[in-house]
């Protein structure tokens, strides 16, 4: 099993672009969150996916929108890039409801925006 | 509203030294608490969990933890630290179900020689 995996590793934007982080995971897990972490401030929720075709805000959802595609892709998209958005970005899963919820993390996304 | 605090950003320790971080949650029901660290460049790997029962949790690499209840604590040790576990360790507490996890800010770990 791969876990969870995403793309890209590295990301440069200019402000205003737009661009989709990908994540997917095959632990067959209902849950799937999006976390930016910074400097000092810990991992952020961005949003979660309880469960496929829910979506939920977390502490820091402005300038962000996701998609569950399935039960296995949780997408993340920035429509207009601003430089506070330079981050690394953590998806995540966790086991199925009625568990403990333990989540499993992918390797991160470094984006930079100028 | 659920809250983890670790009270130390950065600590200092010699290699083969015991180690303690700290860890303090606030939570209204019987808390569910994980331990993760993280490499530099790496994604978070979970250490140790607590779910129930016994209070005093083993992990992985050596690592281990105790839930006080009375002190909302749940604070993670190591008897002997190796140059490897220079990393940064983040404190989680949740609960059943779906909902996310709540961070700690964390707590970076440097060891020397």
């Known amino acids: 099993n791969a876990g969870v995996t995403q793309t890209p590793k590295f990301q440069v934007l200019k402000t205003g672009q737009s661009m989709t982080l990908q994540c997917a995971q095959d632990m067959n897990h209902n849950s799937m969150y999006w976390y930016r972490q910074d400097p000092g401030m810990g991992l952020r929720l961005i949003y979660y996916?309880?469960?496929?075709?829910?979506?939920d805000k977390g502490e820091v959802p402005n300038g962000y929108n996701v998609s569950r595609l399935n039960k296995r892709e949780f997408s993340l998209r920035l429509e207009s890039a601003a430089p506070s958005q330079t981050s690394v970005y953590f998806c995540?899963?966790?086991?199925?409801?009625?568990?403990?919820?333990?989540?499993?993390f992918g390797p991160g996304t470094r984006l930079t925006v100028l | 509203a659920q809250s983890v605090t670790q009270p130390d950003i950065h600590i200092t320790v010699s290699e083969g030294a015991s180690l303690e971080l700290r860890c303090n949650y606030s939570y209204g029901a019987t808390p569910y608490l994980f331990w993760y660290v993280q490499s530099p460049g790496q994604g978070l790997q979970l250490l140790l969990k607590?779910?129930?029962?016994?209070?005093l949790v083993q992990g992985i690499k050596g690592f281990e933890a105790e839930f006080k209840r009375s002190q909302s604590s749940f604070n993670l040790r190591k008897p002997s630290v190796h140059w490897s576990d220079a990393a940064e360790y983040f404190c989680a507490v949740g609960a059943r179900g779906n909902t996310p996890l709540v961070f700690g800010k964390g707590t970076r770990l440097s060891v020397i020689a």
């Open positions: 996916s309880a469960s496929e075709g829910t979506t």
């Open positions: 995540a899963s966790s086991v199925p409801a009625g568990s403990y919820n333990e989540q499993f």
């Open positions: 607590y779910f129930s029962g016994d209070t």
